[in-house]
């Protein structure tokens, strides 16, 4: 039975934290070897990671100062002894069988990574969504062929639905950058896929991925604005050995990493008047660099036809009535409700 390693990244998670951690203490697989890397924690979380591994000979802590999430997983990565690698988030669950099922596939298959569903939920439990698909195991080549897809559905992007082989990750001396504000995961796994020769899908929701109004990703604030040139530039840069492939990827990341953060941090900034939204959105769309390298694409969906509209004539219009038309129909519906 070989050894998994499982890092968790932790920062001010204490309502959450002791769930997280018996989720992935209680897995079936008893092989694990659980690395809580404490980035800085101003709260109780700390504590709570030495008072577990007092009791776990299995669980190692690492306190460190605050870095950032791929700084925190980087590190767990360096001190990780396991033949696989899972990273888990510390405010989300792992059901009881995850890694069980990812290393039979994993070993069937011979594969170098392993991609599992998941659910998102909300704080009281209640599932919002339930991501999942079709058991299979493709070549490198058939991986960059299906790549837009499959980041559009939302399998690839993220580290925490997957169980990686670490002498892969060795190899390649790949990290996660610390610099990257937002999505970070998917520029990791994106200069990981050179590296796979084989990756499995399996048809089994092993996660659950905590919806939380207070986290990086739903909070109303400008800090993914100022990480857009890094951003741009670095998924400009990353290698993807299909040409045709990585300006279709390209436009699709930027584009939908434009309008994540117009429409959160913007848009639905309740502290900004409307006309001061727009002359942000002005701003923030004159940082993305590269633009010759947009187009419109008929693929993607249509509010990312909208940003790209938006971008290439300078005004924000386009994306921003269409958005605020969304959020009207919304609120319509829930009335009619």
Not at 23 to 31: I, K
Not at 80 to 87: D, E
Not at 173 to 202: C, F, H, Q
Not at 295 to 317: A, F, V
Request: glycine share 4%; net charge neutral.
């Amino acid at each position: 039975m070989e050894k998994v390693s499982v890092i968790l990244p932790i920062y001010n998670v204490e309502k959450y934290l002791k769930n997280c951690i018996e989720s992935v203490r209680n897995q079936t697989y008893e092989n694990l070897e659980i690395i809580l890397v404490d980035d800085g924690s101003t709260d109780n979380s700390g504590k709570i990671c030495d008072e577990i591994a007092k009791s776990d000979e299995r669980v190692m802590v690492i306190h460190k100062q605050n870095g950032g999430l791929a700084a925190a997983r980087n590190t767990g990565y360096q001190e990780s002894t396991g033949t696989y690698l899972m990273y888990v988030d510390s405010d989300d669950i792992v059901k009881k069988d995850v890694v069980k099922k990812c290393v039979e596939a994993i070993e069937k298959e011979n594969s170098d990574v392993v991609i599992f569903g998941y659910e998102k939920v909300d704080e009281t439990g209640n599932i919002i969504e339930t991501c999942k698909w079709k058991k299979a195991t493709y070549t490198n080549e058939q991986m960059l062929e299906k790549i837009y897809n499959l980041i559009l559905e939302m399998s690839f992007g993220y580290v925490w639905n997957k169980l990686y082989r670490k002498s892969v990750i060795d190899e390649s001396k790949i990290l996660g950058d610390a610099k990257v504000i937002d999505r970070e995961d998917l520029i990791y796994n994106l200069e990981l896929l050179n590296y796979w020769k084989k990756i499995t899908y399996i048809d089994y929701v092993g996660y659950e991925y905590l919806q939380r109004s207070t986290s990086l990703l739903h909070n109303s604030n400008l800090a993914r604005l100022n990480g857009i040139e890094y951003f741009v530039e670095k998924i400009f840069n990353t290698e993807i050995k299909n040409n045709e492939v990585k300006k279709k990827v390209f436009n699709m990341v930027v584009l939908h990493y434009m309008a994540d953060a117009i429409t959160k941090n913007i848009i639905w900034n309740d502290d900004l008047s409307g006309r001061e939204k727009k002359k942000l959105i002005k701003k923030t769309m004159e940082k993305c660099s590269h633009q010759e390298e947009l187009y419109l694409d008929k693929d993607n969906p249509r509010y990312l036809q909208q940003m790209y509209k938006s971008i290439k004539s300078g005004k924000s219009g386009y994306f921003y009535w269409y958005v605020k038309l969304g959020d009207w129909k919304r609120k319509a519906k829930q009335v009619e409700k």
